[in-house]
């Protein structure tokens, strides 16, 4: 499956932002999808993943009650919808499909996912 995220931008203190990650070659339900985001100079660390079929979902501890990670089958994509955006939420974000671990049981370790979309910047700043 190749995917490509989208949605990236600058976003003062407070803000939202709705990423998007479009599958093609694929069907993208079949799959586990989560999100990464990578600030400079630190590892890529998993933000959310949502499960094949059932669609549960799981979220970092730091993007609790602020994220929301969402599919949408007939469009064959997934988004992550962020609200209340902090600086420290600033990271290039990356989506990343995985048939190994459909229900998202170890979605925290980037080796899990197979296939990758290229980054999207998300900048929060005032």
């Known amino acids: 499956v190749q995917l490509q995220a989208s949605g990236g931008g600058l976003v003062q203190p407070g803000g939202s932002l709705r990423l998007a990650c479009a599958a093609s070659g694929s069907n993208l339900e079949n799959y586990a999808v989560a999100w990464f985001r990578q600030a400079p100079g630190k590892e890529r660390d998993g933000v959310s993943c949502i499960s094949s079929g059932t669609g549960k979902s799981f979220y970092d501890d730091s993007v609790k009650g602020r994220y929301t990670i969402s599919r949408d089958n007939t469009k064959n994509t997934v988004y992550l919808q962020m609200n209340g955006l902090k600086p420290e939420d600033t990271a290039v974000y990356y989506c990343?499909?995985?048939?190994?671990?459909?229900?998202?049981?170890?979605?925290?370790?980037?080796?899990?996912?197979?296939?990758w979309g290229r980054g999207t910047l998300v900048t929060v700043s005032s």
């Open positions: 990343a499909a995985s048939s190994q671990s459909p229900t998202c049981a170890i979605w925290g370790y980037v080796s899990v996912f197979g296939s």
